[in-house]
């Protein structure tokens, strides 16, 4: 299994919020490393989505938005849009080696 | 902008060593570091390691026994050799900008290898 869990799926209709957390540990998110976020459509690479927590690169929405605590992260989306629908993956460092969440189905209802 | 395009067999034999290139353009390769991820179908991602362009590595503990990374600045490119390969090794191989502590902030389409006889 994941360093990093994320719950498999999360689902929500148009012009709602959602949100998908990352749990991690001490030697990861809890040690203080960065967590990132990517967002990957079907059939194409990941993008980044959210880096350093809660960074945006330019031209990703702000709709967008990360946050973390303790051991954990978590990812927001507002306004939810159809075009959001895709698997959503956490990634940070642990024991010299980046590590991801094992990703989130978003499905938009 | 920076683009980054795996190349290599997309069929390798069981036992038999599996080889990517990923060429770098719209950028120097220098200054930087370079990973290579993985992606089994239908799976999560795995991160296989990274490249410094000074030449400096680390691997994915994991995959470290049968992982070789290697870079050729003057061709603005590097290299992912895994050994012994097994269907295990099946995926998807993407290789990105980035080195697992800092983001992956540029990405290759990825190329999917298939290991089998």
């Known amino acids: 299994q994941s360093v990093l869990t994320q719950p498999p799926s999360v689902s929500g209709a148009p012009g709602q919020r959602v949100t998908i957390s990352c749990t991690g540990s001490s030697s990861n998110i809890g040690a203080g490393y960065e967590v990132h976020w990517y967002q990957q459509l079907p059939g194409t690479a990941p993008k980044l989505l959210i880096y350093d927590t809660r960074n945006r690169p330019s031209g990703v929405p702000d709709r967008f938005s990360g946050s973390k605590s303790g051991t954990s992260a978590s990812l927001a989306i507002t306004g939810l849009q159809a075009e959001d629908e895709a698997d959503y993956y956490c990634?940070?460092?642990?024991?010299?080696?980046?590590?991801f969440g094992g990703g989130t189905k978003l499905t938009v209802l | 902008q920076v683009q980054l395009q795996e190349s290599g067999p997309g069929l390798v034999k069981p036992s038999e060593t599996l080889s990517l290139t990923c060429i770098v353009s719209g950028d120097s390769i220098s200054s930087y570091y370079w990973s290579w991820i993985r992606q089994p179908p239908g799976k999560g991602l795995e991160w296989i390691g990274y490249?410094?362009?000074?030449?400096?590595?680390k691997y994915n503990p994991s995959l470290k026994s049968r992982v070789t990374i290697s870079i050729d600045t003057s061709k603005n490119h590097f290299s992912l050799n895994l050994s012994s390969a097994t269907a295990a090794d099946t995926a998807v191989y993407y290789c990105?900008?980035?080195?697992?502590?800092?983001?992956?902030?540029?990405w290759g389409q990825g190329t999917l290898v298939t290991v089998s006889s």
């Open positions: 490249i410094y362009y000074s030449g400096s590595t």
């Open positions: 990105a900008r980035g080195n697992g502590n800092s983001a992956f902030d540029m």
């Open positions: 990634q940070s460092y642990d024991s010299s080696r980046g590590v």
